[in-house]
């Protein structure tokens, strides 16, 4: 079984003015599985996540070194930066829905990327709300006030945003960290059903989250890769004491 | 303790006064907006006549809605467009400081140095004379200050996630500013032209020698007309009449007293955004 | 292809939005260079020393015509002052209340009272102390009413607002911690209130004042009202005044020739008075800010 290579990461380092927040980072990302980032607060994963989509493009000071390839392309170097957007595509920690009705916020992506017809506008909301389990729970108030949604439901709305641009790739920073236990166990269906058609990148804080949706783990500490490797490989069978430490709930 | 006491009497002394100067206005004024010598509110619906001794302000007000129709279609794109490039674009750039320090410098210049200004400037350097044009730009000046400085805080509150979120969906960033900062900080924006509105109404210094005083109705962006703050000034210095001052000033204050409703409930407001 | 053309109309769009905040700029130096130049032909028939430090003002005569501002200035510095001695105590009292006494709820319907004391437009002020302000200085002081004091009362009740609501921001701003630390000492509420967070809110306080002064200098309409304007030297407080306002705003609907250019070159001085305060005001609320 051949797989193919999403992301290509070489020889990354990131640095905010003096400070490297990531030192010398190798990694390939697989196509239509998840990869997991885990390690402390501050070790680097989010920012490394961002590298990606480059939305550390928006940090001041920030510098950029090594290659970052998204099949076979460097990002870094006369990539158009709304194009590698469009195609991977972000949900952040806290749900940032836009203060929009449920439909507007779907459609938001589609329109600012060309699209004006009310009826194609409305099969790719329906689809990418389907998409995100929310179609059922929202199909009779789409023109409702998006901020009157559950933390769950928001979330899933962020989620069925990008999917309205049909990316290529969906990163995940700590999608569930504000949300409660329902609700998580939701979006993690959600992540493993997802797979099939998307390569997904989640960061998360919780050990057993990245056991249940993750194919792939890489564990960093102060900005760098200790171990990365198969879940289960990192989780059962860890090669390094650190990785071992951290995951057994030692420290962070 | 008796630091105390004299600290209660100062507030209440403060509110006493904006509580005599309402109540006297409205209680000698009020009357006479409602119903004068011919009939009920036609104070407000009459032209007035020998210099406003006689009938109404029907002209005064129209002269006063072309003034800040005028006045905002110069000063709301301009002062937005700032806005925008302070609080979005400009970062740590070192131009920002520069045009910080000259708006802070427009708000302390008083309005018969904009007058003035105004009337060698715009009447005589570049010939537009006296009337609604030469007044309404200089106003537009004037009140700059006041829509960029509270039109970039209600940017500035939008939060930062929101332009994440549009940005990580591949918009640009003047699809973001557009489609989602601008639409949240509607609220405050709208706050800030109506503070200008309430601003433009009670100019009176830097109007009299850019604008004029005609209290007909003007016909042309050249014409010299007279608004409510510069009718009450002309009734009230020349004797002309005094209940008719007192009218005019009850109908000032009663605008002013809806703009200050308006811009703190639009403040306090968050709305929805829809196409 | 659709990505450049796209980066292309962003750079527009900055430009133009560059433009607009540039306006502000170009506004300043515009003003600056229009008022300050057309005041100078006046100076090539009048010394400055006697323009400003001449009390002879006679712009229209022919035998013998005089073009000192002096009493004008001196009357803008009375009126100023007098608002000052009024309002500076009224408005620090007021911000302490608010800051420290009023509940929230208190202080919500205080600091609208305030916002809508300095909504209300300079004519109504005006309009105010010609039918209650200057009668009552009458009755009570002789003279005709319109005087230095009737103006000083108005500017007051004016430049109040600027000077509470600027005052309660400098002194909500105080650390608590000094505020627990004094109290911790065994300070009285009053000690600390004087002793602590009236000396750290300094600065913001100062900019307030100089804010108000600003606001009083520069006011025309009501002090024109209210003020009896006869270009004299004022001699005390039921006296008449004309201050640099009042003389630009009087003449200017007629004046001609070199009274014109007099009249000019007075809002020239008024707008370097103007401009050094600004600054000076920006210095110390630059200063507020790195403080906290």
Request: with cysteine; net charge positive.
């Given at each position: ?5 999403k ?44 590298t ?9 000071n ?19 930066v ?60 789409l ?17 069925a ?7 290529d ?24 059903e ?59 | ?6 600290i209660?009497?100062a ?164 699809d ?56 009450l ?43 | ?48 020393s ?25 009357g ?107 109290l ?77 250019t ?16 600004n ?11 790195k403080?906290?």
């Amino acid at each position: 079984m051949s797989e193919a290579v999403k992301f290509n990461i070489r020889d990354l380092t990131v640095s905010y003015g003096n400070f490297k927040a990531l030192h010398n980072v190798n990694m390939d990302i697989i196509e239509n599985k998840v990869t997991a980032l885990i390690g402390p607060s501050g070790c680097g994963k989010s920012t490394f996540l961002k590298t990606l989509n480059r939305m550390n493009d928006l940090v001041p000071n920030i510098g950029i070194e090594g290659r970052v390839l998204y099949d076979g392309k460097d990002i870094y170097s006369g990539y158009d930066v709304i194009t590698l957007r469009k195609q991977v595509g972000m949900v952040f920690q806290a749900s940032n829905v836009f203060p929009m009705s449920i439909y507007n916020n779907v459609a938001y992506g589609p329109r600012i990327h060309g699209i004006k017809s009310k009826k194609r506008l409305d099969h790719i909301v329906e689809e990418s709300l389907k998409k995100a389990a929310l179609w059922d729970e929202v199909k009779d108030r789409l023109n409702k006030d998006a901020l009157s949604l559950s933390g769950g439901q928001q979330q899933r709305l962020c989620l069925a945003r990008v999917m309205a641009v049909e990316p290529d790739v969906v990163l995940m920073d700590e999608p569930t960290s504000a949300l409660d236990p329902v609700s998580t166990v939701q979006i993690e269906d959600l992540i493993r059903e997802l797979k099939e058609h998307y390569t997904i990148v989640i960061v998360t804080h919780n050990m057993q989250q990245a056991a249940r949706v993750s194919d792939f783990t890489v564990f960093f500490l102060n900005g760098e890769i200790v171990e990365m490797g198969s879940t289960e490989d990192i989780f059962y069978n860890p090669k390094d004491k650190r990785t071992e430490e951290y995951i057994t709930g030692r420290f962070g | 303790m008796i630091k105390k006491y004299l600290i209660w009497m100062a507030t209440i002394i403060t509110i006493g006064i904006l509580v005599a100067i309402l109540g006297y206005m409205l209680v000698n004024g009020l009357k006479f907006v409602v119903e004068d010598e011919d009939g009920i509110i036609n104070f407000l619906f009459q032209a007035p006549k020998k210099a406003g001794k006689e009938g109404g302000i029907s002209t005064i007000i129209a002269n006063t809605i072309f003034m800040i129709v005028l006045t905002l279609i110069f000063c709301v794109p301009i002062g937005l467009g700032a806005s925008i490039y302070i609080s979005e674009y400009a970062g740590q750039r070192r131009s920002v400081t520069a045009i910080k320090f000259s708006i802070d410098t427009l708000a302390g210049i008083p309005s018969i140095i904009f007058g003035l200004f105004g009337f060698i400037f715009f009447s005589n350097y570049l010939k537009l004379g006296v009337g609604l044009l030469s007044g309404s730009l200089t106003l537009s000046i004037m009140v700059l200050p006041t829509i960029i400085k509270t039109s970039v805080e209600a940017i500035n509150a939008v939060p930062i996630s929101y332009r994440e979120g549009s940005l990580a969906l591949g918009a640009t960033k003047w699809d973001t500013v557009k489609r989602v900062v601008l639409p949240s900080a509607l609220p405050g924006i709208l706050a800030g032209v109506v503070l200008a509105i309430g601003r433009i109404i009670g100019e009176t210094a830097a109007l009299t020698f850019t604008m004029g005083t005609d209290y007909r109705l003007a016909d042309s962006l050249s014409s010299s007309a007279r608004v409510l703050s510069t009718h009450l000034y002309l009734l009230t210095k020349e004797g002309i009449s005094f209940e008719r001052a007192f009218a005019t000033a009850n109908v000032l204050i009663i605008i002013i007293l809806i703009i200050n409703m308006a811009s703190n409930r639009l403040i306090k407001r968050r709305t929805i955004v829809d196409e | 292809m659709l990505g450049r053309e796209k980066k292309e109309h962003q750079s527009y769009i900055e430009i133009v939005l560059f433009i607009c905040a540039l306006l502000c700029v170009a506004a300043v130096v515009i003003i600056t260079i229009f008022v300050l130049v057309s005041a100078l032909p006046l100076f090539k028939e009048v010394r400055l020393s006697d323009f400003l430090f001449s009390t002879h003002w006679l712009p229209t005569s022919r035998k013998d015509p005089g073009f000192g501002i002096l009493s004008f200035i001196i009357g803008s510095l009375y009126v100023t002052f007098g608002a000052l001695v009024i309002a500076v105590p009224l408005g620090i009292a007021t911000a302490i209340f608010l800051a420290e006494m009023s509940t929230p709820k208190m202080a919500e319907v205080l600091g609208s009272a305030v916002q809508l004391l300095a909504g209300i437009p300079s004519v109504i002020y005006g309009f105010f102390g010609v039918m209650v302000i200057a009668p009552k200085v009458r009755q009570l002081f002789g003279g005709s009413g319109y005087s230095v004091m009737s103006a000083s009362i108005v500017l007051a009740i004016m430049i109040l607002p600027t000077i509470i609501s600027i005052s309660e921001v400098a002194i909500s701003a105080v650390p608590k911690g000094y505020k627990e630390a004094s109290l911790s000492l065994g300070a009285s509420k009053w000690q600390t209130i004087f002793k602590v967070i009236l000396p750290a809110a300094r600065p913001g306080i100062l900019a307030s004042i100089g804010l108000g002064i600003g606001r009083a200098v520069g006011e025309t309409t009501a002090v024109l009202m209210v003020g009896g304007n006869a270009p004299i030297m004022p001699k005390g407080l039921t006296s008449m005044v004309r201050t640099l306002t009042m003389n630009i705003a009087t003449d200017m609907g007629y004046a001609s020739g070199l009274h014109r250019t007099a009249l000019f070159a007075t809002g020239g001085v008024l707008f370097v008075f103007i401009m050094l305060l600004n600054i000076f005001v920006q210095v110390i609320q630059k200063k507020v800010k790195k403080d906290i």
